[in-house]
T-cell receptor, first 111, second 116 residues
Framework: GQSLEQPSEVTAVEGAIVQINCTYQ??????LSWYQQHDGGAPTFLSY????GLEETGRFSSFLSRSDSYGYLLLQELQMKDSASYFC????????????FGTGTRLLVSP | NAGVTQTPKFQVLKTGQSMTLQCAQD?????MYWYRQDPGMGLRLIYY???????DKGEVPNGYNVSRLNKREFSLRLESAAPSQTSVYFC???????????????FGPGTRLTVL
């Protein structure tokens, strides 16, 4: 099976940089995804890493190290609107390839 | 294009009542999913459907049934609701291609269900 660990909460101030870590245990691996969810909203896709290294999308970057079973989401120039929950997810490799989500990290951005 | 739609948005049930949550997508995707999300928790997969006519159990299927009515619609039924089923239910869909686009799941707005 698969399991993912994330910190439950991270706090930061506007303009700062924050890193949200994710460690995973999987029987196979196809890639690590990140999703953002604002309170009362639906999860939305942020990024996907299939290979080691850093993927950059605007203020957000995502990193993967397959040898360490570890990834992180890096948020730069934090804004108040970045306050949300962030979930990492891996593809389940047993049968149909569905996603398995971590329990999420709540990011609180203060002025 | 509406993407993924869910009805109802909110629902309150009494223990033992039944109801069906509806999900529809206009994205022409084959794969559809039902998740539940409890406070402070991640998303747990209830059932999924790889294509029209097929359904399979996920991580937490007990107390639920599903129907993949056609390619667009995937419904979730609670036959006899219990307080433990109080949760937010999300429907999602994925495109069939490989690589980055495969991993992107598109979620509906959710149904907030309370069972008293």
């Amino acid at each position: 099976g698969q399991s993912l660990e994330q910190p439950s909460e991270v706090t930061a101030v506007e303009g700062a940089i924050v890193q949200i870590n994710c460690t995973y245990q999987t029987s196979g691996f196809y890639g690590l995804s990140w999703y953002q969810q604002h309170d009362g909203g639906a999860p939305t896709f942020l990024s996907y890493n299939a290979l080691d290294g850093l993927e950059e999308t605007g203020r957000f970057s995502s990193f993967l190290s397959r040898s360490d079973s570890y990834g992180y989401l890096l948020l730069q120039e934090l804004q108040m609107k970045d306050s949300a929950s962030y979930f990492c997810a891996v593809r389940d490799t047993t049968g149909f390839q569905k996603l398995v989500f971590g329990t999420g990290t709540r990011l609180l951005v203060s002025p | 294009n509406a993407g993924v739609t869910q009805t109802p948005k909110f629902q309150v049930l009494k223990t033992g009542q039944s109801m069906t949550l509806q999900c529809a997508q206009d994205m022409n995707h084959n794969s559809m999913y039902w998740y539940r999300q409890d406070p402070g928790m991640g998303l747990r997969l209830i059932y999924y459907s790889a294509s029209e006519g097929t359904t399979d159990k996920g991580e937490v299927p007990n107390g639920y049934n599903v129907s993949r009515l056609n390619k667009r619609e995937f419904s979730l039924r609670l036959e006899s609701a219990a307080p433990s089923q109080t949760s937010v239910y999300f429907c999602a869909t994925t495109p069939p291609t490989s690589g980055s686009s495969y991993n992107e799941q598109f979620f509906g707005p959710g149904t907030r269900l309370t069972v008293l």
